[in-house]
């Protein structure tokens, strides 16, 4: 009897608390939560921090340059007829020995000492590109947040439109009832009613294509934060106007101080200056020294009968003397390269500059609309009101009233299409500009 009432009361706890759990509303996301899971789910940005450890691993590489090379190197070899290996010490004279068999052990080091400086340039040229790799994380960074912050109010425009479209779906009920009744009265024609029934049809046919918008916009929302398509998503409403304080000058400046695509393009710039330092080092000497072991045996362990062993140290100095012109032709090679990446870079800040302009006009534009937008919701408002009234004395006719309840309809459509662009091209600035959110 004990274990019945055990199992019961386990049941009826999990019955009860998956009823909870079931009915717990799924909290909603906020815009910074938004960008957090996207900056630590996105394969963009996976990619770009990936393309960081790469360069890293060349920069090193590169450094193992400055270090000694060593190269050790162990051989057997059968000779017919033999060969000598070594000496053989007798009491009173010296003979050489012969053996087919050889085995030969060597190493030698070599450590550079002086290459024209290319050793240092391309170092530096790998130390720059890691620099590129991390502003190519920072610039894949900021699209992101951007990607972020577009989507985001993409969902709350859309929900506006779906309330809008709910709004105008009652005012037209609302008017239809009231179309019915004067029509069962005989006070309007058959016509009204009907132009009441159809406008309220076109009505609902606006409301399932908004809420379909909604569910793409969320749909898509999901796929860019890399959770399941279908996913629950509610965000929180912070689709208002603020005004904007920025001015264009000052825009501008912040653009060219901290956007790294600028600093990418100095970067590239400096890396093809190294490259014409690489390029000189051919007209001076490579100097190095180097270091020689060698053993060789008619024994596997070296240390047999008949042996030999040999050092040798060396300083060797090398320089071209005659190639023709290549060292010349290579350092005017890498001089156009100078200047293309000078011509980039001044690509690049022109691209900057008209992008920051673009996207400031836009958000005056947008905010000038939304401004407007907003005062002829009121207007449209006013529009319905008196024409309701007038419609109920029979001064105005029903068409005056449908006319008037899309009006408003169209004016609350205006001004969230507005307020989202407002918000959308400040998101745009403040990407042109260079900054992260928040």
Do not use: C
């Amino acid at each position: 009897m004990r274990m019945k009432w055990t199992l019961g009361f386990i049941l009826l706890a999990m019955v009860t608390g998956g009823t909870i759990w079931a009915q717990s509303p799924q909290e909603p996301l906020t815009l910074e939560k938004s960008i957090e899971i996207a900056l630590e789910r996105n394969l963009s940005l996976h990619s770009a921090k990936e393309g960081v450890v790469g360069s890293r691993y060349r920069q090193k590489q590169a450094m193992t340059n400055f270090l000694p090379q060593w190269v050790g190197e162990y051989s057997y070899s059968w000779n017919d007829p033999a060969v000598t290996v070594g000496l053989i010490q007798a009491a009173l004279a010296t003979q050489r020995g012969t053996s087919k068999d050889l085995f030969n052990f060597n190493t030698v080091i070599n450590q550079p000492l002086f290459a024209g400086g290319s050793i240092l340039s391309n170092y530096r040229i790998e130390k720059y590109g890691v620099e590129i790799s991390r502003g190519d994380v920072e610039t894949v960074k900021r699209d992101i947040v951007l990607q972020v912050r577009e989507g985001y109010f993409n969902i709350l425009t859309a929900e506006k439109f779906v309330d809008v479209a709910r709004q105008a779906v009652k005012q037209f009920e609302a008017q239809l009832e009231v179309s019915k009744a004067f029509f069962e009265v005989g006070i309007i024609p058959k016509n009204d009613l009907l132009q009441a029934e159809v406008r309220l049809a076109n009505a609902r046919q606006a409301l399932v294509r908004a809420e379909n918008d909604l569910a793409l916009a969320k749909s898509q929302f999901n796929i860019f934060l890399r959770r399941d398509i279908n996913e629950s998503l509610s965000v929180v409403d912070i689709l208002e106007y603020k005004p904007s304080v920025l001015r264009l000058d000052e825009s501008l400046d912040e653009a060219l101080r901290h956007r790294p695509e600028l600093k990418n393009a100095e970067f590239r710039v400096e890396q093809a200056k190294e490259s014409v330092k690489v390029a000189r080092s051919g007209y001076l000497p490579t100097i190095g020294a180097s270091g020689y072991y060698g053993r060789y045996s008619d024994e596997f362990s070296l240390y047999g009968d008949l042996s030999s062993e040999r050092w040798t140290l060396q300083a060797l100095a090398s320089f071209n003397i005659f190639d023709w012109g290549k060292t010349a032709y290579k350092v005017g090679e890498s001089k156009v390269k100078v200047t293309q990446a000078e011509d980039s870079k001044m690509q690049v800040v022109d691209g900057i500059i008209l992008e920051v302009k673009q996207d400031y006009l836009n958000m005056v534009t947008a905010e000038k609309n939304t401004l407007v937008a907003e005062k002829s919701i009121e207007q449209a408002e006013e529009n319905l009101r008196m024409n309701e009234e007038r419609y109920k004395y029979q001064v105005a006719t029903a068409t005056d009233v449908l006319d008037a309840v899309t009006l408003l309809a169209q004016a609350r459509v205006n001004y969230y299409s507005a307020l989202s662009a407002f918000n959308i091209a400040r998101a745009r600035l403040d990407r042109a500009m260079g900054r992260m959110y928040p």
